[in-house]
């Protein structure tokens, strides 16, 4: 800032030249500070600069950051109308199961923590991938299903339900079911059947009862419920001497013993090529005659077997 300059007018009356020395140092010592205290007011107001805001993306900015300062550490990205997490794949399935892509196979098998895909030409069960979710690996998978679109759910032992992934075992969370899981199946219409102490009619999003097909107290469930094509559901239970396929109509909820299959622990039921198939906690695979429930085939796999699907997708 420039310093203003002073032009006094001369006095009046005549003062000694040494008084005029000390008028004019006064004067200029006036001027100084007169100066400063203008450039400090100046300091003073001056317009302070605008707030920056920092991306905490860049990672000088993030190294800036104060402690306890808002971080953005992993981005949530909309990505085709999903949320998903940026800093993995997997996050992104765990967040939104139709992430999913629809299962390809015509049957699948699995034991309690390994999916296999099932080739019913050759019996050959391929290993898919383990069970597992957002907290790691998951081992009591009882029972899968799939519907009619390709979506695949799992139930474990402790009565929680999972979306799984078909192509890997991911697992995301749904719900929990307050009857055993030891059956799952899809009727055409979407709803989800669930075979343990009873058979239930129940919404596959959030696990709410819809209906009691058949009650409790009429058969006791041996492994697993399929739908077939004809419309109707078929029931491994338990009778003497082995395992007893049992028919119901989803639409009425009558039942009717087909006939003993002179096997235990069918754990497992899947359908394709037109034949139905049992997977045994012995390892066993076999061809079943939805008829009369007679065993027409059996091979060993290798394998003790905890449940197993058919795809309906794959009747169109």
């Known amino acids: 800032m420039r310093t203003p300059r002073f032009e006094p007018r001369a006095p009046a009356y005549r003062v000694p030249a040494s008084g005029v020395l000390a008028s004019a140092g006064i004067l200029v010592l006036v001027a100084m500070l007169a100066g400063l205290g203008c450039e400090s007011e100046a300091l003073y107001r001056a317009e302070q600069p605008a707030a920056v805001v920092r991306d905490a993306s860049t990672a000088e900015d993030?190294?800036?950051a104060p402690d306890g300062d808002a971080q953005f550490d992993v981005a949530d990205v909309v990505d085709g109308g999903r949320v998903r997490d940026a800093g993995s794949d997997d996050a992104s399935n765990a967040l939104d199961d139709t992430a999913f892509e629809p299962a390809v196979a015509p049957s699948?098998?699995?034991?309690?923590s390994m999916l296999y895909r099932f080739d019913p030409a050759t019996f050959r069960t391929t290993p898919v991938g383990g069970f597992r979710g957002v907290e790691g690996a998951i081992d009591d998978v009882i029972d899968i299903a799939i519907d009619t679109d390709g979506m695949m759910l799992g139930g474990t032992t402790?009565?929680?339900?999972?979306?799984?992934?078909?192509?890997s075992g991911f697992c995301r969370y749904?719900?929990?079911?307050?009857?055993?899981?030891n059956g799952l199946t899809f009727l055409e219409d979407g709803r989800l059947v669930v075979a343990g102490e009873r058979v239930s009619l129940v919404a596959p999003d959030d696990g709410r009862l819809i209906f009691e097909l058949v009650g409790g107290d009429v058969f006791q469930t041996s492994g697993d419920i399929i739908g077939l094509p004809d419309g109707f559901l078929y029931w491994t239970v338990r009778g003497r001497g082995g395992d007893v396929l049992v028919r119901i109509d989803p639409r009425t909820g009558a039942v009717s013993e087909r006939g003993a299959t002179g096997k235990s622990g069918i754990y497992g039921l899947g359908y394709a090529e037109g034949k139905l198939f049992g997977f045994s906690r012995e390892g066993a695979i076999l061809t079943i005659d939805a008829g009369n429930g007679h065993v027409t085939m059996e091979r060993e796999s290798g394998e003790a077997w905890w449940g197993a699907t058919t795809n309906p997708a794959r009747w169109r």
């Open 108 to 112: 699948y098998a699995h034991t309690g």
């Open 174 to 181: 749904r719900f929990t079911f307050d009857d055993k899981l």
């Open 62 to 64: 993030a190294e800036a």
């Open 158 to 167: 402790e009565g929680k339900v999972y979306a799984i992934d078909p192509s």
